[in-house]
């Protein structure tokens, strides 16, 4: 657990330079590993959260397969509404 909340305060000083510098590519890849991590430690709806945001950088940067794959995990949710 306490691993878990060191890996995410790497990977959210991480996303907080990646908005500064607006590069969405980035921010779905690191969106989606935070996403992983808390999925990982049973923590779905903050999973779902972060998959959603990952999707929506994705969409913006042309990341078709991420996408598509972000898609899917939020439908395995049921949070494709």
Known sequence: MQEDLR????IDARILAAHEERD???????YREAALVL???GDTDAACFYF????VFA?????VELADDLWQRLSTYGREN
Do not use: F
């Open 39 to 41: 999925e990982a430690g």
């Open 24 to 30: 969405q590519p980035l921010l779905s890849t690191l």
């Open 7 to 10: 890996q995410l305060e790497g």
């Open 52 to 55: 959603t945001q990952a999707y």
């Open 59 to 63: 969409l913006e940067a042309g990341r």
